[in-house]
Structures are given as structure tokens and as C-alpha cells.
């Protein structure tokens, strides 16, 4: 049995259990159909309080057959039965393959008005924002007379529109604004800042685009580096007059610098600031620590030695190695470059970042719609747990899908491809080009402008231009040339006359590296039972008959002294390009998975960092927090110790310490009295400074902590960046890239929390009165500076996704 006979063999057993759901819908129809409107909203609140105490599955025949009344009286639509079931499906978290012109929209407000009744908001995420708008306007009344309240997100929305929007029942939105609404909720400073109010159910249109060809394209937040080069030369220059013992302290065993209380003086001096441990001078204390380490712990020729390009390059410290496109973490690395004074590579400034995947893998059920989907199932399984189920069309699919027609040169297709557009334009039929891409839109734009054949050219620019060129694609003596993917979401009505003349005429010019988007193309014709007809027109030198025997096709073609102009047609060859289309699926679903591997990786770590930032932002516990921090910060410094560590060794490692509490740790006896009376000795000091400060002290500690978690975690997500551009080379080594990755960035992680924790000890001891308006207008400024950028995944020279998945967050104790 083949894959697909598994698939619609299991789907009409689905089928078949809807039917009979669709039984119950519509024998409710007759006394729904003589309800008043406010009995609507009576049944919205009895539905709400059902749906407290029980499954919602329950509630489905009367919650659909509300919503298809009210849609009828607002829109003039009436659901099908097939459209019921495609709504059923959506409901069970699965990728509903409906064909074009099958009223997904429609679909779409029976499985979110049911999941809207437990109060905690549902999404729909679409390919742009016209159609975010546009679904949500025409939509609109049909929950409005339910009870309920749709909004709409749009990229240039202010913040406090955006969170109203997001408080609706109902919230469209692109996929886009809807990842970046989570990372930008995740910098905030304020919970009253933050937009989104969970992920409780989202349907993705157009499923296929989103979740897996834009898998590859993580959502990236960054902020302007300004300075960056200059800060670390001018804190390389500062770090010279800075002397050890005195200014500062080494921690050889840990690889840690702290500055004593002189060192603090010297650096606010020179800084002409009044207090380096205000959240606002972060970044000095940071500079500053960085450069201290790279003129102190780290030597040249013996951690890195500098190229003859001017690079620093690490060297390995158990073999001896150059490791090559590996970096120091957490701006060291730049330390190091300024120490030396090289050129300092442009720093990573990424806030955050998350992919596709990992983000609708959030919410709490995730399904989706689109024309084209049982090809991909088992990659939306494997990826979001979705199987896809295939909803029957509601009248017979009636277009002819022609054999391809395979040419010996690009010149000859072009030709024949002019030809039979003019000769279909002359008859009247409207004809829809399907290119791969704008060079080749504008080409035969071109070649048409000379031919005197009027038509419209659309190359994914401009989406509210796109959709009104693509809704009037139907219409007679009309040529529209589009990419491949041009008018996802959009319908083509036929006009007056057009079914006569054959319905729509769909033509590929050449044959994508996915059938999914060839199917797309195609499924713009033949809707609603409408006539139509598609072919695709090839060549021998097409980058896919290129890569899969196009030589060779050539080849025949000569022997066999098939004529200039002379096309081949043959199911065999269809086959062929269908296969060299499967195969390269293949290749292109490795590169996914290997992909998602990395970022799954790092989605746990995501998650903690997250959660913790979330409890530092609600102020709770936060004694029991600092509780688990002092004693981290402790036991790590004393791990592994049978014996009294030396009085010096005591200064250097709890040099954050003021000098009368390190004079009290130096009588210590044994190791446990040691730890016991460091623990004291903090735990004491940050009892004092909560006294001192009042009532304002909480919001002073969220300021100081948030800054700290921002800060280190960019560092982190600048070190991953790196290490992904270099596990990839070990695969020369017979090192699995992916193993690899997990081992180091489990390190990088911990090293994340072992370093917030120490600076978030360093400051309870150092902490002054801060100024807290001007750290909120700080952090205010860095937000509003912040770029969201859907960005190509890459592995070099690239901003990629670095957030992650592992057993590294158990370290991070205080995860919330």
C-alpha cells in the first residue's frame, strides 16, 4: 500500500466519524434558524460555563451550528457539510488539506469561536497582513453576533492597540508579528508591557508556506551596535591602569575577575559616573570585567595567538590545536581583539530569537489549513504532532491537468510559452503564468509587451496590490504573470463568460523543487466545480531536469532529431520529474530536521531564561530566589574541597566580599564552617541593603536582575551563533555536528548561569541608590531601538536561531 492509499484510507475513517457529527449539526439547523440574536448571546454564555466543566468536543453541534447560522445572516454564507468537517478537524489539531475555493476563511470561525469559550483567547495566523486585516473585517460580525470580539495585529501597530487586540476573543494575525509579539514580551521591563496573554489554540492558514517552507527562517530581534568597537578599545586602554591586588582580583581556578572597593572608585572616576552598579552602567561593568580578563587570564601564544590576517584564534588547550572560526563568548572575544589591537569583529546583537517551529510548538493546540498538505504529513507529524486530514471538495474537481511539455532549449519553451499565451488571450480565456522567479516574471513580461499582449506582472512586493490582481485574474482577455506563490489566501472568481471559454488556463513555466507549490499554482483553477486547465512547459536545461538527467534527456532528443520547437510529451517523463521533485523534498527535509535539531537544542534554555525572567517580573519569593543564588554562588566556589583553602585563595575567590566579612571567612576552621559563614556573610548583607533601601528595594533588585538576565543572555545567544558556525566543520573529524552541539552549548549555558548568578551576588554586596526612572527610560530606549527581521537560517555569516532545548536548564535552579 502506498502512502497515499495509507492516507486516504485512514481518511475516510475520519470522514466517516464527522459525517456523522454532521448529522447532529444539521438536524439543529431548523431551530437555530428561528432563534433571535440575543438568544445567540444567551447560548455564547451557556456554552462558556459548559466548557468550564466539560470536554469541548461535546459542545460541537451546537457551537457549529451557531456559528453557521450567525455567518448566514452576516455574510450570506452557509457552510457545507465538507466545510463542517474541515472545522472538525481544525478543532483536533490537525493540518486540514482543503482545496482552493473551498471557503477556508469561513471554516476557520467554527473551531476558533469553540476554543474562544474557555476565555483564553485563540489565534489565526496568515501569510500577511492584508489578509490578516481583511479576514478579520469579514469575519467580524459573525462573532460580534455570537457575543464575542475579533481583533487584528498589524506590523506598524502601536503597543497599547496591539495588546487591545490580543485581549479580543478572536486575534488574526501574520505568522510573523505573532513570534515577535512573544520575544518582544520577553524584554519588557513592565508586565503591564506585555502584550500576548498565552497560546491556547492557533490555526495556521496557508500551513505548509509557515511551518515548513519558512521553518528555515528564524525571527530575529536585534538592536543597533553603536559603539561597540570604540567601548571595547577605550575599556582595553582603562583596564592598563587598573592594578591587580590592588584594583582588582584573580580567580585563576574559575577564570573570574572582581574589582575591589578602590577598583570601583577608580572606574567611576574615570567614567565620571556616580555609580558603576546602576543599571544603567551595566555595560561599563561588563566592558570592564571583560577587558581585566583578556589582559590578565588570557595569554598570547598561549590561549590564542593572532594570525598574520590580524585574527585571534584560540588554541585548543588540551591539544594544543588552532581551533579555527571558534570565538570566546560573552564579548571576550573582543576583549582580547581590542587587548591587541586588531580589527574587532562586528559584535552579534541579537536580543532574541526563536524559529517557526519552536514557536507554535507553545501553544497548547496547533492545526492548520492550506490547498496543499498530505504530501508533507509526515513532517508535520514529526515536527508539531499534526497529521493532516484531507476534506473532500464540495463539488467534483472538473480541470484537465495536461501532460508536461518537455523542450530541448529554455529559447524554444520560451517560444511555444509566448505562443500559446497570445493564441489563449485572442480567445478570451484568462490566463495565469506561474514563474519561479521575478527575473523570469519580468523576462516574459518582456517578451509579451513586444507580442502587444496586455497583462499584469506580480512579484510578492506589495500584498494588497497582490490579492487585488489575483482576485481579478478570472476575468476575460486577462494575463497575470506571477511567482509561484503569488496569491496564497486569494480566490479567482471566473467572470462573466470565462466557463465558456474554458475557465482559467493555469501555465507553470518550469517545474519547482516542490510539489506542494506546483500544486498551489495549479489549485487556482478548477474551483467550486469551475472548468479550467493547467500545464506546465519544460526544458532540458530547467535547474531541475538540469540536476536529474537533463543531459541526458538532451541527448535523446538529438538522436531521436526531434525538430527546433518540437516538444516531447510522455506520462514516463512526468514521472521522472515527479521523482527528481521527491528527491530533493528529501534532501530539503533533512536540512529542516538537522536544522530544528540545533534550535530544539536551545529552546529549552529559551524557555528558562524566559520563565525566570517572567518571576523576576512578578517580584515574587524574591528573598527565597536570592536565597538559592547565594548559596549556588558559594558551593560553586568551594566544590570539591577536602582542605582549608589558603587566606589568599579565600580573598581571590570571594573577592566580592567587603573586607571585614573576608577577614571573618579567613577564621573558618574547616571547609563546611567556611561555606556556612559566606552564606551568613551575604545573606546578612542582603538583608542590610534591603532595609536601607525600603520599600523601593524590590523594584530596584527587578531593574538590577533584568538588565543582568538581557545582558548575559545576548552574550549567549552571540556565542551559540559562533559555536554553530563551527561544530559544523567537525563532521571532517567523524564528529556528529549535532552531538557536538549539544555537549558545548550545554556548557555555554551553564557558564550563562553561573555568571548571572556571580553578578547578581557582586551587585547585593556593591548595590547603592539607583536612580529607577532613569534605568525604566533606558531599557524604554533599547526597546523602542529594537529591529524584528525574518531572516535566512543560516550557519555562516548569518543571524541564526539561537534558543534552546536541554539538560542544561537544571542548573538554572531558580527556573520559574
Known sequence: MS????IFDKNKMLLKKYSKVVDKINSLEPSVSKLPQEEFLKRTEE?????????????IPEAFALVREAAKRTTGMRAFDVQLMGAMSLNEGKIAEMKTGEGKTLVATMPLYLNALTGKGCHLATVNDYLAKRDAGWMGPVYEYLGMKAGFIQASMDPVTRKEAYNCDITYGTANEFGFDYLRDNLVYSLENKAQRGHNFVIVDEADSIL????????IISGPAEDSSSLYRQFAFFAKRFQQEKDFLVDEKDRTVTLTDEGIAKA??????????????YDYLFHLLNALKAMTLYRKEVDYLVSQEGEVVIVDEFTGRLLQGRRYSEGLHQAIEAKENVQIRQESITFATITFQNYFKLYEKVSGMTGTAATEESEFISMYNTPVAVVPTNREVVRGDKEDLIYKSREEKDEAIIEEIVRRYEKGQPVLVGTTSIEKSEQLSNLLQKKGVAHEVLNAKYHEREAEIVAKAGQAKTVTIATNMAGRGTDIKLGEGVVDLGGLFVLGTERHESRRIDNQLVGRSGRQGDPGESRFYLSTEDDL???????????????????????IEHPLLSRIISSSQKKIEGIHFEIRKRLFEL?????QQRSAIYAHRDWVLKGEELDSNISEIIRDVVERRLDGLQEMPSREEIRNSFAFLPPDSLARLSES???QELKESAIKSLEDTYQEKKKSFGEEFPQVMKYIMLRMIDERWRRHLEAVDHLKDSVGLRAYGQKDPVVEFKKESYELFQQLTDSLYDDIASAIVRIVKVDSDKAQQKADKEFKNLQAVHSEFGTADKKSDSTGKKKGTKRFKVKR
Open 3 to 6: 502512502i497515499f492509499d495509507k
Open 599 to 603: 534550535d530544539s537544542v536551545m529552546d
Open 212 to 219: 515548513i517552507d519558512e521553518a528555515r527562517t528564524p525571527l
Open 47 to 59: 456554552l462558556k460555563k459548559a466548557a468550564e466543566s466539560g470536554p469541548l468536543e461535546d459542545l
Open 669 to 671: 576552621k574547616t571547609v
Open 268 to 281: 567611576e572616576k574615570l567614567l565620571q559616573i556616580d555609580n558603576l552598579y546602576d543599571p544603567s552602567n
Open 545 to 567: 531536469l538540469r540536476l536529474f538527467g537533463g543531459e541526458r534527456m538532451q541527448s535523446i532528443m538529438t538522436t531521436l532529431k526531434i525538430e527546433r520547437g518540437q516538444p
